[in-house]
């Protein structure tokens, strides 16, 4: 049974999964199908990916040959803005939708049996708080999708969030995507590498922890077989108190993921300091 972490609906969600933005077509199902004979049993999936058909097929093939069950499978897709036309200068053209109609859509898709859960991603606090206290709201969000690694740890947020019974899922936590010059690297960062040598791991592995140490879940993006080893092997090891207090001290609240395309949408969540 995968490590997981509690939902407030009861269920429970495996911390460790699988990330799949900017994974290959014609690659990403062979890294599905390798994940979850190494045991992955989360993958985290959106339409704005496009290569939902992909693992689609890859996890189908696993669960007809029997390598896993699907109640054992926790897949996450999203819906969001990002196939809204855009404007010349390549922003998205926001609709004025108010977040809490779309989200009583997303209640009617529990209503009748489509999805098992409903959550945000990139919601701040004020947003958050804002749908908790809608009026009539049935299902509370169960989780909050955000970036988070130790250039942005999040404190505020994650507790406010978990105190409210909402889990968080961490994305990004690699924080290796899309560096321009002049950005920080994590997996390049001194103190990072201090502490994986300790234990004899990589900095890729003690990133990953830092989350799973927090009952934060993390779902880091490889295609690569190697690094999908690698990066599941975190549970035969346990940072010190003193050593997430290193990591967490290497916050400088810096954003990879500012979603540039959206700046001007009247949801923008980045605006606060949380
Ligand atoms: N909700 C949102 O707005 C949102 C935004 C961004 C991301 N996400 C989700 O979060 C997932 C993870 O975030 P991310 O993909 O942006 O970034 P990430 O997982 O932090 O980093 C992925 C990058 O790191 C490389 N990598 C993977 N394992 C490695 C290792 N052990 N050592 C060195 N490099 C390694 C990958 O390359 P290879 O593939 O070549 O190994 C890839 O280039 C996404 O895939 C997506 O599912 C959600």
């Known amino acids: 049974m995968a490590a997981c972490v509690a939902l407030s609906t009861g269920a429970r969600m495996p911390i460790f999964g699988l990330g799949s933005w900017k994974a290959s077509p014609g690659k990403v199902g062979e890294a599905v199908k390798y994940a979850i004979d190494l045991g992955y049993r989360h993958f985290d999936c959106a339409r704005y990916y496009m290569n939902e058909a992909e693992i689609g097929d890859a996890l189908q093939e696993k669960l007809q040959a029997g390598a896993v069950k699907r109640e054992d499978l926790f897949i996450v897709s999203k819906a969001g803005e990002n196939f809204r036309p855009h404007d010349e200068k390549g922003m998205i053209i926001p609709s004025n939708t108010d977040f809490l109609d779309t989200w009583e859509a997303m209640e009617e898709l529990v209503d009748c049996g489509l999805v098992k ?129 290193t990591l967490l001290g290497l916050n400088k609240n810096w954003r990879d993921c500012l979603l540039p395309d959206c700046v001007n949408h009247k949801d923008y969540p980045f605006k606060a300091d949380y």
């Open 117 to 245: 859960a409903i959550g945000i991603s990139n919601f701040n606090c004020d947003q958050i708080e804002r749908l908790l206290k809608k009026p009539g709201l049935k299902h509370k969000p169960a989780n909050n999708q955000i970036e988070c690694h130790p250039y942005l740890t999040q404190e505020k947020l994650i507790h406010y969030c978990q105190s409210n019974g909402i889990s968080v899922t961490a994305y990004r936590p690699l924080g290796a995507h899309t560096l321009k010059p002049g950005d920080p690297v994590l997996l390049e960062d001194l103190k990072v590498k201090e502490i994986a040598a300790r234990h004899n791991k990589t900095p890729a592995q003690v990133l990953i922890k830092f989350h799973i140490q927090r009952n934060v879940a993390v779902i880091p993006k490889s295609e690569k077989p190697q690094r999908l080893e690698e990066n599941f092997k975190v549970f035969d090891f346990e940072l010190t108190k003193e050593e997430m207090a």
